[in-house]
Every structure is written in C-alpha cells, then in structure tokens.
Nanobody, 116 residues
Framework: QVQFVESGGGLVQPGGSLRLSCTAS????????MGWYRQAPGKQRELVAR???????NYVDSVKDRFTIARDNAKRTVYLQMNNLQSEDTAVYYC??????????WGQGTQVTVSL
C-alpha cells in the first residue's frame, strides 16, 4: 500500500497560478515514473503530466507550455506548477505512478477551481 498526500489547490482567477505538491509514502518512490492526474465533474480521470525517475517530463497537449512537473526524490514528492490557469483546468488533482499497470490506491486529491 502507498499513501499520497496532495496539497496546494485552491480558488484562482483565470490566468493565475498554483503549485501542487504530492508526497508519497513509498520508500522506492524514486524508481517510479510519477504522474499528475485530474478529474473534472462528470468526466473520467485523465493523466496530464508524467515525469520519469530521471526527471524527464511529458505533458498532454492541453497543458503543454503552461504546466511544469518536477520531483524531489529525497522528499518523495512530486510537484505541478500550473500557470495561466483556465476554467477548463478546474478539477480534483491527484498523483499516482505514471506507468501502464493499474494505479496504486488514490489519495484524497486537491481541488483546483478556476473562476472569476
């Protein structure tokens, strides 16, 4: 089992920024590709960004050039810097591994709301 603790969400106006953090309890965290996911109301959860164990990122097109994923293996923490937020970014954000096998148990997530 692994526990994730996500934080950093909130209410922000369009064009604003937030930085999310997710700390994992797994001691072998550094060996895994990690990902940030989000789930908007009425929609399926989707992967928005991944980062390899070595720090190489990739993003879905909708967040490319606006979001930056990073990790600190010593702290077992993955970050998501989100800039120029738009209403369509409103969702609950979660982290988990970014591999193709079934996800570990999900954390509580952190709510991001982009609104005037």
């Amino acid at each position: 089992q692994v526990q994730f603790v996500e934080s950093g969400g909130g209410l922000v106006q369009p064009g604003g920024s937030l930085r999310l953090s997710c700390t994992a309890s797994r001691r072998d965290f550094s060996f895994y590709r990690m990902g940030w996911y989000r789930q908007a109301p009425g929609k399926q959860r989707e992967l928005v960004a991944r980062i390899s164990s070595g720090g190489s990122p990739n993003y879905v097109d909708s967040v490319k050039d606006r979001f930056t994923i990073a990790r600190d293996n010593a702290k077992r923490t993955v970050y998501l810097q989100m800039n120029n937020l738009q209403s369509e970014d409103t969702a609950v954000y979660y982290c988990n591994h970014g591999h193709d096998f079934p996800p570990w148990n999900w954390g509580q997530g952190t709510q991001v709301t982009v609104s005037l």
